[in-house]
């Protein structure tokens, strides 16, 4: 019988009594693993083999716990200082087992919150005691890093899954395929088959001889196995930014334009945020210094902003009491909310003429000097909105929360009461996150005050909001860390796989 070469040359090593990998069948026929295992599928097509499948976990060790393997894990480091300080007898300072270990910088958190749970004694106000019991020889983590280094595999199932929560090991599900020779299989092979000639790809050359017309091309197939591929690909954030933005079009919304570095007139002055307010201080705001202010300033939107700040609004108003300082309103700074754009907007500064009834939204950056953490970083994506019309409530907010959360899948969603300067009433929003069911805030929102509308010229009500970006696509896919989307430390894998369906 005559079948194409890499055919050949499966039959030809596989086994009737003993199932072999692809791989195995890969590295004795020197074919890559796609071609194997493409032409055991055609052999199986053809009768002459079966492949079966199974899915098999591959636990690898990260950076981290090859050092950990080659080292020691930073628990450990630290039970055997503490032994050393006498911290069986009685407890030690804390500063000094860990000074004695060793152990620096993120390593000393990483042992402190492992020392307790693994049984190696006690951390109580500042002190270390040692169990003398403790064994870490017999250490189950320590062992499980020890035999993967060794290229060894971990059955325990338990101990994997805590290296995989603390990132000392990856693990991945794989589906393995064996090939055994079927009877006919092995009847052909005693009769004897050899390889025809079988072209798998048409070339220029083929082309460019006319040998094209003479030779064998092997079908395709679609089954098997192909090489990963990862191109490139829209970033997550961004893909989940367009349809948020397909969303607002499809609500009524148009979309807002303007300065990623504005002046504080219109990041804050224009909302009613007083000069003196904490969140203006040079600590929390991204300082301009070249230019340090904007040229210009509407002279008359100036002085009703002004107005508004000294003496408020209305026969009741009595403003600020602080001081007002049209320089100070003029200095320039990376905006930290995109609520900037809205009072462009309401001020009539923008290239729109802002008719009610309106709808307005932007998914753009905003910048905050925040502490980095699980939920926060010195930029996010804000989706800012606001609808100007008569006659609006809170109702209606909630009611445009819940009707744009909802085209997301996300229906679980709660309202909190909260203060901003330029709204009332304000709320804040929450949704539950479907990992840690932890309820996230997801976003800010209110009715514009007086004080900031009548300034701006505007006569009908205005409701708006500030959502996050980020944390509506941690509530759409799971993931729990803001770091795992942007930066350096973002999770490859998450970012080329997941998807955002709505
Ligand atoms: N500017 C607010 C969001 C917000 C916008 C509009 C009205 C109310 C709140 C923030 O950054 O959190």
Redesign the pocket.
């Known amino acids: 019988m005559k079948l194409p070469a890499q055919q050949v040359a499966v039959l030809e090593a596989a086994s009737a009594d003993d199932p072999r990998r692809i791989e195995a069948l890969a590295a004795e026929t020197d074919y890559p693993p796609e071609t194997v295992a493409g032409a055991a599928f055609e052999l199986e097509d053809a009768g002459l083999v079966a492949v079966s499948e199974a899915s098999t976990t591959d636990v690898s060790l990260t950076d981290e716990g090859r050092e950990y393997a080659d080292a020691a894990l930073p628990e450990v480091r630290l039970y055997r200082a503490a032994l050393e300080a006498g911290a069986d007898e009685s407890p030690v300072q804390m500063g000094r087992a860990i000074g004695a270990s060793g152990l620096e910088g993120p390593q000393v958190d990483i042992a402190l919150s492992n020392y307790a749970r693994k049984g190696y004694g006690s951390i109580d106000s500042g002190e270390l005691s040692a169990d003398p019991d403790a064994d870490p020889d017999t250490d189950p983590e320590a062992d499980a890093l020890a035999t993967l280094a060794d290229g060894g595999s971990v059955d325990d199932a338990a101990v994997v899954d805590q290296l995989a929560s603390r990132d000392l090991v990856d693990v991945r599900e794989r589906t393995v395929r064996s090939v055994t020779l079927t009877e006919a299989g092995v009847t052909e092979l005693m009769a004897g088959v050899e390889a025809a000639e079988e072209v798998g790809e048409l070339t220029p050359e083929l082309l460019a001889s006319g040998e094209w017309e003479d030779v064998e091309f092997a079908d395709y197939n679609v089954e098997a196995d192909a090489a990963d591929y990862t191109p490139g690909k829209t970033h997550v954030l961004r893909q989940a930014a367009e349809r948020v933005k397909d969303v607002l079009v499809g609500m009524g919304f148009q979309e807002m334009d303007g300065p990623h570095v504005d002046a504080d007139f219109y990041i804050n002055d224009c ?1 009613f945020m007083p000069q003196d307010h904490p969140a203006r201080n040079h600590w929390d705001r991204f300082a301009l210094s070249n230019p340090e202010r904007i040229d210009s300033l509407p002279a008359d939107l100036v002085e009703r902003v002004e107005r508004a700040h000294r003496e408020g609004v209305g026969d009741d108003g009595d403003g600020y009491h602080s001081p007002w300082d049209e320089d100070f309103a003029r200095a320039l700074a990376l905006r ?4 900037s754009l ?1 009072a462009r907007y309401l001020a009539g500064v923008a290239d729109e003429d802002v008719e009610p009834p309106a709808r307005y939204f932007s998914v753009e950056k ?1 910048y ?1 000097n925040d502490t980095l953490d699980s939920t926060h970083l010195l930029e996010f994506f ?1 989706i ?3 609808v100007v019309a008569d006659d609006l409530s809170v109702r209606d907010l909630m009611g445009t929360f819940r009707e744009f959360y909802s085209q997301f899948g996300i229906h679980d969603l709660q309202f909190k009461p909260t203060y ?1 300067p ?2 009332e009433p ?1 709320f804040e929003l929450f949704g539950r996150h479907p990992e840690t069911d932890e309820l996230i805030e997801i ?6 005050r007086p004080e900031m509308l009548e300034p701006l010229d505007v006569d009908a009500d205005v ?6 970006l980020e944390r509506l696509l941690m509530l759409m896919t799971g993931f729990e860390d803001i770091r795992d989307v942007h930066g350096t430390l973002c999770d490859v894998a998450f970012l080329r796989d997941a998807e955002v369906v709505y």
Do not use: K, P
């Open positions: 909302l930290g909310h995109t609520t809205s905003a905050r804000q800012e909105g606001l901003n330029y709204t304000s976003g800010n929102s209110g009715i514009f409701m708006a909001w500030g959502l996050a």
